[in-house]
T-cell receptor
Framework: DVKVTQSSRYLVKRTGEKVFLECVQD?????MFWYRQDPGLGLRLIYF???????EKGDIPEGYSVSREKKERFSLILESASTNQTSMYLC?????????????????FGSGTRLTVV | AQKITQTQPGMFVQEKEAVTLDCTYD???????LFWYKQPSSGEMIFLIY??????QNATEGRYSLNFQKARKSANLVISASQLGDSAMYFC??????????????FGQGTTLQVKP
């Protein structure tokens, strides 16, 4: 069964700590994404990556960075955690879109990491 | 601006009845894809149904159908014969072509559906 695995289900960190959220996919997908989910706001895109070492900012990149050293792994880094970064973080992966091919792109999500910053 | 709007924060439906969850979208790109996901309390996002902007027919997957009205820019999800296990948060999402052809998904705010026995 295809999978996107997030390393932690629940995480509690202190303000100012550097936090790493890890995501691994086993589907050989080119694209990987990090979202945060907050009540009433839905999912908002933080960063995404379309290839190893390639990344693009999403809608809310401030306070975050990412790393993709290997195709299967995409890490989200909170440089200095703050209480307003308390949230559910979801990782996803998908196929690269080849021109003229319209499919559901195989988006697959991890189970999420619920991060609390105290 | 490219946007997805779900105007129903919460919905109730009686078991075995049909329910429609609303979704409107805004984009000027003629090529886009529309998705519905279910998120149970366990947190995982479960793909339900997909509609491409050039698809001529409305998508259906078992008890799920997508009422695609392109001129109105709406993509409502219809669940027929609701079951208790349908109680969850539902998200509408749109895939946009990125400059790198990555295709990021943007999401609506979500609708919480509760099925009453």
């Amino acid at each position: 069964d295809v999978k996107v695995t997030q390393s932690s289900r629940y995480l509690v960190k202190r303000t100012g700590e550097k936090v790493f959220l890890e995501c691994v996919q086993d589907m050989d997908h080119e694209n990987m994404f990090w979202y945060r989910q907050d009540p009433g706001l839905g999912l908002r895109l933080i960063y995404f990556s379309y290839d190893v070492k390639m990344k693009e900012k999403g809608d809310i990149p401030e306070g975050y960075s990412v790393s993709r050293e290997k195709k299967e792994r995409f890490s989200l880094i909170l440089e200095s955690a703050s209480t307003n970064q308390t949230s559910m973080y979801l990782c996803a992966s998908s196929l690269w879109a080849r021109t003229g091919v319209f499919t559901n792109y195989g988006y697959t999500f991890g189970s999420g990491t619920r991060l609390t910053v105290v | 601006a490219q946007k997805i709007t779900q105007t129903q924060p919460g919905m109730f439906v009686q078991e075995k009845e049909a329910v429609t969850l609303d979704c409107t979208y805004d984009t000027s790109d003629p090529s886009y894809g529309l998705f519905w996901y279910k998120q149970p309390s366990s947190g995982e996002m479960i793909f339900l149904i997909y509609q491409g902007s050039y698809d001529q027919q409305n998508a259906t997957e078992g008890r799920y159908s997508l009422n695609f009205q392109k001129a109105r820019k709406s993509a409502n999800l219809v669940i027929s014969a609701s079951q208790l296990g349908d109680s969850a948060m539902y998200f509408c999402a749109m895939r946009l072509r990125g400059s790198s052809n990555t295709g990021k998904l943007i999401f609506g705010q979500g609708t919480t559906l509760q099925v009453k026995p």
